[in-house]
Nanobody
Framework: QVQLVESGGGLVQPGGSLRLSCAASGYIFSTHVMGWYRQAPGNQRELVASFTSGGITYYADSVKGRFTISRDNAKNTVHLQMNSLKPEDTAVYYC?????????????WGQGTQVTVSS
């Protein structure tokens, strides 16, 4: 029942870069708001970045200027380019798709991919 497939996590040194990818079905990609969350041990899951088909992007203050969310319409894929990584960026990163209407709310989550920033 996995409908969001994440990839790109790994171990990187401070100051390094990683690119996360989230592949979705065409239906989800075209009708849902796509975003990235992260959760570190002991912390709440937080929204990192989101991107909609309307061209509106959101970034958490902690990642502004370092992370960029983008989409590849041909591949139904959302990316998160992470530059200048810091140890505090260490977390499990989750792809999220959400659609809210007056009648219903639909939400999907990826399985998560570990990002570790350490020397």
């Amino acid at each position: 029942q996995v409908q969001l497939v994440e990839s790109g996590g790994g171990l990187v040194q401070p100051g390094g870069s990683l690119r996360l990818s989230c592949a979705a079905s065409g239906y989800i990609f075209s009708t849902h708001v796509m975003g990235w969350y992260r959760q570190a041990p002991g912390n709440q899951r937080e929204l990192v970045a989101s991107f909609t088909s309307g061209g509106i992007t959101y970034y958490a203050d902690s990642v502004k200027g370092r992370f960029t969310i983008s989409r590849d319409n041909a591949k139904n894929t959302v990316h998160l380019q992470m530059n200048s990584l810091k140890p505090e960026d260490t977390a499990v990163y989750y792809c999220n798709a959400r659609r809210s209407t007056i009648a219903n709310t639909s939400e999907y989550w990826g399985q998560g991919t570990q990002v570790t920033v350490s020397s």
